[in-house]
């Protein structure tokens, strides 16, 4: 069973926009800093954004601002990056990562300092 449970991806056209969903399993409890990475096959992982659950820090990578949002429903303990505009460049997996750390903002790019971390989601932009 995944960590993290994801849902949203998919294949979309240039210029449109996207969202995905993330949230902890019943046997990973609550979290309190979640990220999104991204990977292309044969590069390394990439941070994309992350935010500490009681919404104190949010972090973006500086290519993306602009362009990207997380938020959190908390009755459906639930994180979301909203990603607009989306180039072919966007695509790749896109990793949900979570920790009970409350992770400083010079921290939460480092995918090390993530405990639990989702099954991947496939975005693919093409027209």
């Known amino acids: 069973q995944a960590e993290l449970v994801e849902s949203g991806g998919g294949f979309v056209q240039p210029g449109t926009s996207l969202r995905l969903s993330c949230a902890p399993s019943g046997q990973t409890g609550s979290v309190n800093t979640v990220a999104w990475f991204r990977q292309v096959p044969g590069t390394e992982r990439e941070f994309v954004g992350a935010f500490r659950w009681n919404g104190s820090g949010t972090r973006y990578r500086d290519s993306l601002k602009g362009r990207i949002s997380i938020s959190r429903d908390r009755a459906k303990n639930t994180a979301y990056l909203q990603m607009n505009s989306l180039t072919p460049d966007d695509t790749a997996v896109y990793f949900c990562?979570?920790?009970?750390?409350?992770?400083?903002?010079?921290?939460?790019?480092?995918?090390?300092?993530?405990?639990?971390w989702g099954q991947g989601s496939q975005v693919t932009v093409s027209s």
């Open positions: 990562a979570a920790t009970k750390s409350n992770l400083i903002i010079s921290s939460m790019a480092n995918p090390q300092y993530y405990t639990y």
